[in-house]
C-alpha cells in the first residue's frame, strides 16, 4: 500500500515537471510562428530589419553566452575546486565587450554588413572574407555541436536512478541520448527556419527569464537543504583554496622566471589568464563571431547594440558566480551533509558535470525539478538557434551567392537561407552525436575544456585578421592574410600539443617529444596565440591595388 502510493505521489511529481516543460515548448513554437510573418526578406530574416530593442539583445546574448554547457559545466568546476578562480576570467570578459563596442561594432555598422566578413572583403579582398568565413562555419558547426549532447545527461542520470540495478552502457546511453538529441535540434530548427532571427532573439527572451528562475530557485533550495545555510558551508570549507578568487600562479611549482611563465601558461584559471587570455578569447568570441555579432546588429543603432554588449558583460558576473556558488555548495553537501553511495564520484567516475543534474534529479522536488529542466533546454536551445541562422547566414551571403548567383525575388533569397538552416541543423547533429559518443567512452573529459577549447584553434587567426584591418591602413594582403591564418592554427596546434594528442588516440604515443623550453598552453590562452602569430605575419605584408580601391569604397 505504501509503495503503491510513494508510486502515485512521483507519478505527479513527475506529471507537474512534464507540464512545465510541455507548456514552455509551446511557447517557445508559438513565438517562433508568431515571427515567421515578419521574415519576409533577408534584413528581416537576418537582422530583424534592426528593429530589436536593446533589453531584448541583452537578453539574447546572454543566452546565447549561457549554454547548457555552462549551466552543468561551471558548477561542476565549482565542485571541483571548492572556490571561484574560474570567475577571474570575467575581468578579460568586460574588458573586450568595451573594446568591441568601441571599435567592432561602429565598423559592422558604417558599411552595412549581413555577415561580418564583408567587412573584410571592403578591407582586403573576397579570399580573405571566404577564408575567415569558412573557418567561422568549421568552428561554429564543432563547437555547437558539441553541446548538444550535454542536455542529455539529464536522461543518463534518471536512468541510472529508476534503474540502479540496470547501468547504461556506452552504446546505450548513446542510442538513449541521441534520439534526445535529435528530437531538441530538430524543435529549434523548426522555429529558426520559419521565424528567423526575430524568432531566435524573442525566445531568447523567455529563455533567459527560465534560467534565471532555475539557477535562483536551485541556490535557494540547496541552501536550504544545508545546516545554516551559508554560514553552515563556509564552516566545512575551511580547505587552502576553498572560496578562493584570485589565482596569481601557476599550478606547478618553478624555479625560474621562465619556469613561472611556463607554469602560468599552463594554468587554466589565473589572474593573467583574466586579463589577457580571456580579452582575446572575448574579443574574438564576440567581435569575429558571426554567431555572437549578428545579435548584436538586430539593434537599432550602433549605440544600443554597444549598450547591450557592455550591460552583458556586467551581467554575466552575477549569473557566473551563482553557478560556481550551486558548484560549491554541492560539494559541501554530498561532501559532509548526506551519505550518498549512488553519486556519480562515489563509483570512481571523474565527470563532475553530471553532480549538478544527479542533485536536480535525486533531490529537488517536483515543479522545481521541471523548471531547472526547462532551464537546461532553453540555454540549449538559446545558443542553438543562433548557431543555426548565422550558420545559414554566413553560408549564403559568402559562399551560395556567390557560387550560385543572387536571385533577384527576395523570397527566394530568404527560402536559401532557410534551406541552409535545415542543412546546418543536419550537421550539428551529426557533431552531437559524435560528442555523446566519444563522452560516453571518456566521461572525464571536461566540459568548459571541450566547448571553450575548439574555438582556441581557430579564433585567433579570425581576430588577428580584423585587427589588421581595423587598426591599419596600410598593412595587410589577400596572398598575406591566408598564410598569416594558416600560420596562426598551426601555432596553436603546437603550443596546445595537438598533434600529440591526437597520435595518442589514434597510435598510442606521442610523434614526437616537445623541448623543454616550450610551454604546453591551456585554452584561455590559445586565442591569444593564434592572434599574435596571425597579426605578426600579416602586417609583413603591403595592400594590393585591388585591396586600396577597396578601401576606398
Known sequence: MVGGLDRLRRMSEYGLDLAIIGS??????????????????????????????????????????????????????????????????????????????????????????????????????????????????????????????????????????????????????????????????????????VGGIKAVIWTDVLQIGVLFAALGFSLWYLLGHIPGGWEGAKGYLQEPGDLRLWQWHGDAPAATTWGKIKSVLATEYTVWAALFGSLFMTLATHGTDQDMVQRMLTAKNQRQSALATILSGLADIPVTFAVLTIGILLAVYYGHVVDDPRLPMAAGLKDHTRVFPYFVIDVMPGGLRGLVVAGVLATTMGSLGTAMNSLATSYARDFHFRWFGTPNDERQRVRIIKLSTLGFTALLIAVGLATALVKACHPGLSIIGIILGSFGYTYGSLLGIFMVGLFTHHRGSEAGNLLAMTAGMVAVAILSNLPNELAKMLIGHDLYDNPNWLPIIEFPWRILAGTLVTAAVAVCFTPTTRADELRRV
Open 24 to 193: 514552455y515548448f509551446a511557447v517557445i513554437v508559438w513565438i517562433g510562428f508568431f515571427c515567421s510573418r515578419r521574415s519576409g526578406s533577408v534584413a528581416d530574416f537576418a537582422l530583424g530589419g534592426r528593429s530589436i530593442p536593446w533589453w531584448a539583445v541583452l537578453a539574447s546574448i546572454l543566452a546565447s553566452e549561457i549554454s547548457a554547457g555552462t549551466f552543468f559545466g561551471a558548477p561542476g568546476e565549482g565542485f571541483k575546486l571548492r572556490n571561484y578562480t574560474y570567475a577571474q576570467l570575467m575581468l578579460g570578459y568586460l574588458l573586450a565587450r568595451v573594446l568591441v563596442s568601441a571599435v567592432f561594432i561602429p565598423a559592422y555598422y558604417k558599411h552595412n554588413v549581413v555577415s561580418i566578413y564583408e567587412f573584410l572583403e571592403i578591407r582586403f579582398g573576397p579570399r580573405t572574407r571566404r577564408m575567415a568565413s569558412a573557418i567561422f562555419l568549421l568552428t561554429r558547426t564543432l563547437a555547437s555541436g558539441s553541446r548538444l549532447w550535454v542536455p542529455t545527461l539529464l536522461l543518463v542520470v534518471i536512468w541510472n536512478q529508476t534503474h540502479p540495478d540496470e547501468p547504461m552502457g556506452t552504446w546505450s546511453q548513446f542510442w538513449f541520448t541521441g534520439a534526445a538529441l535529435v528530437l531538441v535540434s530538430l524543435l529549434t530548427a523548426a522555429y529558426t527556419a
